[in-house]
């Protein structure tokens, strides 16, 4: 048998023991409350003998009361008799008896012998004066009765007789004067005054004989006459009424009369009773047996899962023990295992191989290891250490060995010693080699003047090279563990924002790279001029900037050769424009005497020398331009503007140079109330520039469309011509200054190489964007964007 199996039947034997105890239980809770209920009703029962007892002997005492009062009085008046019944409470009718009074004996006149009793007095007079005279002998039990009284001595009751609704008896007692015998035998010598007789209501005698009498058990009250025959004075019986759950009957004799008390419990008594008890009980009993089966369940899987949990750890750790070994032994990694003394207890293979190689040709194990390496110490402290051993057999470069020692301790608490050696006499070669290659590296560097900088953005540190110190004139200090935030405090006030919102945007990834030019501090009042680049080369997974690496580079000296070229450039510029203007303005003249002259290669030599004097013009005003651009003069004065009489003005003026070039211009008009915000000499000067193109590279015989299109809140201008198109090797320099297609369509067609530069920054300055698609001998378009304004009046006040 499985054990699982004798688990089972355990708790199958522990189930069937529960639930026997269960049901024990349940029939002892079940008996005890029928018990207790039982006993509570006997109480009852006993408290309603006790009451009735006690209500027999006052009516006893109140007819004694009455004998004793006519015994005692010469002549008993109807007002005596009255003040009687007030003082035992029967006139006011809160009394169980209805009426009292006596009656006086009548005798035979020929033999002496009682023969009947006539009422001589009975209270209260309103309800029963019709009773005063009355002769028992018109009912013959009141006439028996009356007679078995005097006879006996004893006070005796009537059978009980409807009388209406209600069931009556009278109970009547003997009256003697003084000198009766005790024994309840008459004195001949003593007279007999008669009976004393008392009416009671035979129900109220049995009811309310205590408070719960009704609610929780009833009494049913049973007479018997002479005959032993029941007198039924209630023939209503509830046939559908439900047995009662205790009863009671007893036989009892009163005032003479024959009776049977029959008690029964009532529904609301047996409500009551904590029946239910015994089911609360099999309840808790079935529930703890399922607590007990639930526990007992999960003790004995967790004994079996602990056991399971052993035998596979023990096969764990004996398959680990094997896998161990097994690495160990094919491990590349040479392993000496050796005692506290020295004496090698096990090699791999790997060890075995690395001492075969420095000479050692016979199995090691038991040998000390000091013999076979003398440059181990197995004393010194566990841990990592560098030695060089003696080259192999055949090579002349000494080794460099890694040796990492551990000490551990056995079950027996014997102290062992595990030797795992590294060959790193290549990486150490390495490593030299790399040290040479960054010190050459840093010469490099440094022959360029070129500061490199490492920040660690999580610890907040930074390592710089010693060229990035020169450039900034930033001495060492090892206190300091961020030179560069140290020295990046000392920015041009004009600058640092720039600077600050360049990084931030590198990293936030906005940007892939931090370019930057500003003045610093370099002294007391000496700043210089700085060029930075760097980029983020480490992020977390979250995109958090880790690690930023750049370099930076002192331009102070560039920056004021590029200052001084760009100040001859401007000179030169405005003083070509003086001579230029006088040449242009004489050849004009030349040209008008010219027209009516016959000499054709006159009028042709004109026209070459105004040509070129035209293209001499605009090439000035383009480079003055640009020097404003990159000088930051450059003014931009934006305004609400309608943007259908932009167009169609820039149209009218390109209008005759599209004609050299046999081009037509067709304009979609926008809307006339379309407003842009704009510079209108600055938005004509990009749209005739663009148009000029556009005219200049379009195939003969076509036209060239502008058109306007909203795009959100800004408003897009495209020109659209059909031609050449823009090569692919031209795309990406097509707005640098001074870039032209190939040198044969500049010959055939002119220009600086300047307009779109310009027009770049033009637009650019007035919150726009420029941008081109080009097809190749297709269609090419040219577009730039404005920002839109509906109302003109608005814009002008904001």
């Known amino acids: 048998m499985t054990i699982p199996r004798k688990l089972a039947y355990f708790q199958l034997f522990t189930l069937c023991v529960c639930i026997g105890l269960s049901f024990l239980f349940f029939f002892v809770a079940g008996n005890t409350v029928q018990v207790q209920a039982q006993d509570r009703f006997h109480a009852l029962v006993s408290q309603g003998l006790s009451s009735m007892g006690q209500r027999a002997d006052e009516y006893g005492r109140t007819l004694d009361g009455v004998a004793g009062f006519v015994a005692a009085s010469d002549e008993v008046t109807a007002q005596d008799m009255e003040t009687y019944a007030t003082s035992v409470h029967i006139a006011d009718g809160s009394y169980v008896l209805d009426a009292i009074g006596f009656a006086v004996p009548v005798y035979d006149e020929t033999d002496g ?21 009355t002769e028992f002998s018109s009912n013959s039990d009141l006439l028996a009765t ?43 010598d003593a007279a007999f005054l008669g009976v004393a007789f008392a009416m009671v209501d035979v129900d109220e005698i049995f009811s309310d004989l205590f408070a719960a009498q009704n609610d929780l058990i009833t009494l049913d009250v049973s007479f018997y006459d002479e005959n032993g025959s029941p007198f039924q004075h209630d023939p209503t019986v509830a046939s559908d009424a439900p047995a009662p759950a205790f009863e009671f009957s007893r036989d009892h004799t009163g005032y003479g009369q024959r009776m049977t008390l029959h008690w029964a419990s009532t529904p609301a008594f047996e409500a009551a009773q904590p029946n239910n008890a015994k089911w609360i009980v099999l309840a808790l009993s079935l529930t703890i047996t399922a607590l007990i089966l639930i526990i007992q369940s999960v003790i004995l899987k967790r004994n079996l899962t602990i056991n399971q949990t052993v035998a596979d750890k023990t096969r ?28 090698i207890l096990h090699l791999n293979d790997a060890a075995r191989q690395h001492l075969i190689a420095a000479g050692h040709r016979k199995d090691a194990t038991g040998d000390f290891v000091q013999d076979l390496l003398p440059e181990v110490d197995i004393h010194r402290a566990d841990g990592g250490v560098k030695i060089v051993v003696p080259p192999h057999k055949g090579t002349t470069e000494p080794r460099t060995l890694e040796v990492e020692k551990n000490t551990w301790l056995t079950a027996d608490a014997e102290t062992r010693i595990t030797l795992m050696l590294r060959d790193i006499t290549d990486s150490e070669r390495r490593t030299l080699k790399i040290a040479e290659t960054e010190q050459r590296w840093s010469l490099a560097l440094s022959s ?45 006030p004009d600058d640092a924002a720039v600077v600050k919102k360049i990084e931030l945007a590198c990293l936030n990834g906005m940007t892939d790279r931090a370019e930057a030019r500003f003045r610093i501090r370099v002294g007391q009042d000496n700043w210089r001029w700085i060029k930075s680049d760097a980029v983020v080369v480490e992020r977390a997974k979250n995109g958090r900037a880790l690690r930023m690496l750049g370099i930076q580079i002192d331009i102070t000296e560039s920056n004021k050769l590029e200052q001084m070229k760009h100040d001859f450039v401007a000179t030169v510029s405005h003083e070509l424009r003086t001579p230029l203007t006088s040449i242009k303005g004489a050849l004009g003249l030349l040209e008008a005497q010219t027209q009516d002259d016959p000499d054709a290669g006159a009028v042709r030599l004109v026209q070459i020398a105004t040509a070129n004097c ?26 609400p503007e309608k943007l259908g009489d932009i167009v169609t003005l820039a149209a009218e003026q390109v209008e005759p140079y599209a004609s050299e070039w046999k081009v037509e211009i067709d304009v979609d008009t926008p809307d006339p109330d379309h407003h842009v915000l704009t510079d209108k000499n600055r938005i004509m000067q990009v749209l005739t520039n663009l148009l ?101 009046d608005v814009a002008m006040v904001a």
């Open 146 to 188: 009356a007679l078995a009284t005097y006879a006996s001595g004893k006070t005796l009751s009537t059978p009980p007789a409807l009388h209406g609704e209600n069931c009556h008896a009278l109970l009547i007692k003997p009256i003697f004067r003084p000198g009766a015998a005790s024994d309840g035998t008459r004195d001949p």
């Open 614 to 639: 035209d293209r001499l013009v605009a090439l000035v005003n383009d480079i003055l331009d640009m020097e404003k651009i990159n000088a930051g003069s450059m003014t931009v004065v934006p305004k």
């Open 448 to 492: 360029a003047h070129i500061g490199v900088f490492d920040i660690d953005l999580e610890n907040g540190t930074s390592v710089v090279s010693d060229t990035w110190r020169d450039i900034m004139h930033h001495p060492a200090d090892p206190a300091c563990q961020n030179p560069y935030y140290d020295k990046m405090q000392h920015v041009h």
């Open 316 to 343: 764990e750790l004996e398959t680990q023990h094997q896998e161990k070994r097994s690495i160990l032994e094919n491990a590349m990694l040479p392993i000496i295992s050796v005692r506290q003394s020295g004496e």
């Open 113 to 133: 012998t009682l023969k009947d009793f006539v009422i001589q007095r009975a209270t209260p007079t309103e309800n029963f004066a019709g009773m005063v005279g």
């Open 692 to 792: 000029s193109n556009a005219c200049k590279f379009a195939y003969p015989e076509t036209a060239v469309t502008v058109t306007t299109a909203p795009v959100g809140d800004m408003t897009k201008i495209s020109v659209t011509n059909l031609g050449n198109g823009i090569s692919e090797e031209f795309r990406e320099r097509i707005f640098q200054p001074f870039s032209q297609a190939e040198a044969s369509n500049t010959r055939q067609r002119g220009g600086t190489g300047l307009g779109l530069n310009i027009s770049r920054h033009l637009v650019e300055a007035m919150g726009g964007e420029i941008g081109f698609d080009s097809v190749p001998g297709e269609e090419t378009v040219f577009w730039f964007t404005c920002p839109s304004t509906e109302d003109p």
